[in-house]
């Protein structure tokens, strides 16, 4: 018996050379209520940055569910992941 987990199809199909980043090191949503971040994560679907799930508002979370957008990458410097949001699966890339 494995316990190597395989890769969900998401990430299988979530390609690194039309990787997405962030334009800003900012979560637009926070700033809009003048609220604060603790990390950021870019969607791979449509590049928005948002806050992450430690962060009060859980914009990336959030979007993830109301859009169906599953892969987000971490928007933190040093950081190199991917997280598929449906089968809650990490990659390091």
Do not use: F
Not at 45 to 72: E, F, M, R, V, Y
Request: proline share 2%.
């Amino acid at each position: 018996m494995s316990l190597k987990k395989e890769i969900c199809s998401h990430l299988l199909a979530w390609s690194q050379q039309e990787m997405k980043l962030q334009k800003k090191h900012q979560c637009d949503e926070c700033v809009k209520t003048g609220d604060t971040w603790v990390h950021l994560r870019t969607c791979q679907t449509c590049g928005a940055t948002l806050c992450c799930d430690s962060s009060d508002n859980q914009h990336a979370s959030k979007h993830a569910k109301a859009t169906g957008h599953p892969i987000a990458i971490s928007a933190e410097p040093g950081e190199q992941w991917a997280w598929c949001y449906v089968d809650e699966q990490i990659v390091g890339y």
